[in-house]
């Protein structure tokens, strides 16, 4: 005991204690500058920033793996852009997979739209419209048939039409209906999206775990702090000026590891001499659930874009033939005791054409109501309460995966970037204290 408390008496009196106490403070420091950043690495610029460099592209494939990874590389650009956004077709992937397949195949979505509502809006939205879509076609196909036939005929033809809508409407939407699982790809929908959308990616990430990025940023400089107190006594003892620098890297390193171990580790509860030890964002999984779904139902899954979708999406050509035979007989059935007569006056071909044409034209219409911004967003309640459910439902390994799997690959550019600076501080560090800065 004599003898190490003799060896420490004697380390004390070769200790520069101005340098040792504020090795510590730099560390701490550097690592709240290390996590700040890494932060801001995430998430921007939203686009790729940088220049293309030729040839670049075709050296890019001979590259390692890693390196590939780097935003701008494989297209041949250097510069940078925010992982979530870069990542963003990724984490649409991911968010079908954990989440939204969960909620059923899209008919038992579908249905818990609530179909018969949409119908009912439809006929609410497209009645005031029956009498012109009749007259523009009839002016179009056939104006003199149209223009003979006395006014109360042609008012008694749009009169049958509109009293035929209901079930025109109710036969369209159930087609949807049975038909949805070939006319609607979710993966592909939410997909698409969040690529051209990577405001929305950084949203979803900075909304649902905005408190424990927070967290990440502050904690920087504990453990920063905590871990320059040995970095201390190693360049106290040895005295040997490379260590500094060499000891920041690890800090660096060290800190971005804890940093993001403290959002999303242990995956599972842990009880550690009594303490509950989970990662944060575990932590608060009902309420980032609800955050998750808000964003989901307002942004991305909405009645609006599931509209759009079927008329202009990939399938859109299959989901119009599809409607427009639906639409027909109800055509036909509102021609009423005329239809005979008038198909003997123009000619089955022309009748045909005109029955064809009206109910091309009625499939815009009646879809119209599915972009109906306000309706949607009274619709977007039921989207968002059926995904906060199920997101609440995840396992603890499947939730932290839904947020954390479309950045695993690209985190060790944040651990490098840490390293990086952390050798930074170390050689700002002897600039300062060995140069005769300070002293």
């Keep these: 005991m004599d003898a190490v408390l003799g060896w420490l008496a004697d380390w004390a009196d070769h200790v520069d204690w101005l340098a040792f ?34 040839g670049l592209r075709e050296v890019a494939t001979l590259l390692p793996r890693k390196l590939q990874e780097v935003p701008g590389i494989m297209d041949g650009g250097l ?46 939205v497209f009645r005031p419209e029956v009498p012109a879509l009749v007259d523009d ?4 196909e056939h104006p003199r048939l149209w223009r003979d036939l006395p ?26 209906g049975v038909h949805i699982d070939q006319l609607l790809d979710p993966k592909i929908m939410v997909i698409d999206h969040f690529r051209d959308n990577p405001e929305l990616v950084v949203r979803v990430f900075r909304d649902v775990g905005r408190r424990e990025l927070d967290l990440m940023v502050a904690f920087g400089f504990v453990f920063g702090f905590l871990l320059g107190i040995p970095v201390a006594v190693v360049d106290q003892t040895w005295h040997i000026w490379w260590l500094l620098p060499i000891l920041g890297v690890v800090v660096g390193w060290t800190t ?17 001499l009594g303490v509950r030890v989970q990662g ?9 659930a609800e955050e998750y779904a808000r964003i ?23 989901t119009r033939q599809m409607l427009a035979d639906a639409l027909r007989p109800a055509i036909d059935r509102a021609a009423g005791p005329l239809r005979g007569a008038v198909r003997v006056a123009i000619g089955g071909q022309r009748f045909d054409s005109i029955r064809d044409s009206v109910a091309l034209q009625a499939v815009d219409r009646t879809i119209t109501p599915f972009r109906d911004p306000e309706f949607s967003r009274l619709q977007s309640d039921r989207i968002r309460l059926l995904l906060a459910e199920r997101t609440r439902e995840l396992p603890p390994r499947d939730f932290v995966e839904m947020m954390r799997a479309a950045i695993r690959e690209d985190e060790w550019m944040l651990y490098a970037h840490g390293a990086v600076m952390g050798a930074a501080g170390g050689f700002l560090h002897l600039a300062i204290f060995t140069t005769g800065l300070v002293g």
Excluded at 137 to 140: D, G, K, N, P, S
Excluded at 256 to 272: C, Q
Excluded at 301 to 317: A, K, N, V
């Design 21 to 54: 106490v504020s090795i510590p403070v730099f560390t701490g420091v550097v690592g709240w500058l290390i996590n700040w950043s890494g932060v801001w690495m995430l998430f921007n610029p939203l686009r790729f920033r940088g220049v293309r460099v030729p």
């Design 79 to 124: 510069g940078w852009q925010g992982i979530v956004p870069a990542r963003g077709a990724k984490m649409g992937s991911i968010a079908v997979d954990k989440v939204i397949a969960k909620l059923g195949t899209p008919a038992e979505f579908y249905a818990r739209l609530d179909p018969d509502a949409i119908a009912a809006h439809i006929v609410e």
């Design 137 to 140: 076609v009839m002016r179009r």
């Design 151 to 176: 006014r109360p005929v042609r008012e008694a033809v749009v009169d049958r039409v509109q009293a035929q809508l209901p079930n025109l409407v109710g036969r369209m939407t159930d087609e949807i």
């Design 256 to 272: 971005n590891l804890l940093g993001m171990w403290l959002i999303f580790e242990p995956t599972e509860e842990r009880r550690v």
């Design 280 to 288: 944060l964002f575990l932590r608060r999984q009902d309420e980032c």
């Design 296 to 318: 989901i139902a307002e942004d991305v899954i909405t009645l609006e874009r599931i509209g759009d979708f079927l008329l202009d999406g990939p399938r859109g050509d299959r």
